[in-house]
């Protein structure tokens, strides 16, 4: 069976720079060459639940950029389905600052750029209607991520959201979805929520439903977009309606996979 998700969610160009170690506040340090990955949220999400096997929607906007314009060819090649992806004039694709130490580990800074201008009108009624399965993330204004799930719950389309980045709106969110991922950070901040909580565990692996699995040792590359490569095969197998165990075991092995590449989906936008 070959579900169908649709994620409205955000694009970002990632500029990456491997350092030794992160610097501390106030401090300068020298990395390597920085490289252009895609990357944002909801296509790395797309992205992973298309190579799950789902049939894959995004709905975003870029910027009127060389960037924006091969990004979507790349996504578009790689499976997903960008035609409800929407260009902004006068206005840059959304990019983040990516550094990664040695170990692998990240920190991201995002300027939202085109994402900022989505719009709830935005948010093709259609593509959320016909899907299995609504992914949302937060890097949207919470106004649309609200319009969607609401587009859907009328619909009786399941609602999978990941409460990331965390803030005070997300707090507002989450009791829209059928499922909240978070990792652990994001957990502590959760209240009590009406869907069910999946919660990512990082190197040991993830939880949901009173199901504890483990992860695979790996040698992490780069952990930028583990999450999100689980919360898109998460979703996908949802979509493609298999059983619980089975989508949280592919979503951790997804998830493990993603680090072991550099960049958040494994292809770069420049060399
Ligand atoms: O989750 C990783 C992603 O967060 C990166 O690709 C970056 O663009 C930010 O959105």
Redesign the pocket.
Known sequence: MSGVVCVVG?L?V?LVTRVRRHPRPGETVVGDRTRTFP???GA?QALAAARAGARTRLVGRVGADSNGTAYLAGLGDRGVDCSAVLVTPGEATGS?I?VVDEPGENS?I?SPGANGFVRPADVDAAAVRSADVLLLQL?LPPAVVRHAAELAAQAGIKVVLNASPWSAAAAELVDLADVVIVNEHEAAALGPVRGSVCETLGSRGARWLGAERPAPVIEAVDT??A??AFAGTFAAHLAMAASPDRALRSAIAAGAAACGHAG?QGWALTR
């Open positions: 955000s970002n990632d990357g944002g949220k790395n983040a990516v991201i995002v890097e930028t977009g999450g999100d958040a």
